[in-house]
Every structure is written in C-alpha cells, then in structure tokens.
C-alpha cells in the first residue's frame, strides 16, 4: 500500500502563486508515475501535470507555461509550483500515483490522496 498526504492548497488572488505537496509513504517502489488532477464543482476530474520514472514530465494545455512539476530527489515527495493563478484554476487538487500508462487517465493511478482546496479569486 501506498500513501499520499497533500497540502500547500489555499486562497489567493489571481496571479498569485501557490505550491503544492504531496508525501508519499509505504511501498513506493512499486510507482512509476505521479501526477496532480483536479476537479472542479459540476466538472469531471482532469489531470494538470505528471512526472514519471526517468524523469519525464507532462502538463495540460491548461496550465502549460504556468505550472512546474516536480520531486524531491528520494522521488517520495511530489511538488506543484503554480505560478500566474486564474480563476479557472480553482478546484480540488488531487495528487496520484501508480505503476505507468498514459499519465492523464485517471484509472493508470491506484492511489489516490485527499485532496487540496486551491482557491483563486478575481
């Protein structure tokens, strides 16, 4: 089993910054890739970043240019660097992780953490 704590998640104005974290505990070595999703009230959930084994990292046209995926170097903390916050970007962030597969379907991911409330106001 693997564990997944976030935090970071708050509220700000848009154009703020935030940065996320999610702790991952247990039998990590068996996760191949991590990624933050989101879902939004009345939205199905979506996947923003992912960073896999050997070092690839993946955003949605969304947040492209604006958010920064990242690990620690144990590869055990996941970290989301968001930068020029917009309104849209409010949600319940979700961090993720699993053994591999297309990095934004939901179903490649076995655990899941409990989510973050980012906020962001105009």
């Known amino acids: 089993q693997v564990q997944l704590v976030e935090s970071g998640g708050g509220s700000v104005q848009a154009g703020g910054s935030l940065r996320l974290s999610c702790a991952a505990s247990?039998?990590?070595?068996?996760?191949?890739?991590m990624s933050w999703f989101r879902q939004a009230p009345r939205k199905e959930r979506e996947g923003v970043a992912g960073i896999c084994t050997g070092g690839g990292t993946y955003y949605a046209d969304s947040v492209k240019g604006r958010f920064t995926i990242s690990q620690d170097s144990a590869e055990t903390t996941l970290y989301l660097r968001m930068n020029s916050l917009k309104p849209e970007d409010t949600a319940m962030y979700y961090c993720?992780?699993?053994?591999?597969?297309?990095?934004?379907?939901?179903?490649?991911?076995?655990?899941w953490g409990q989510g973050t409330q980012v906020t962001v106001s105009s």
């Open positions: 993720a992780a699993g053994p591999g597969g297309y990095w934004a379907q939901s179903y490649n991911y076995k655990y």
């Open positions: 247990g039998y990590t070595y068996s996760i191949n890739c």
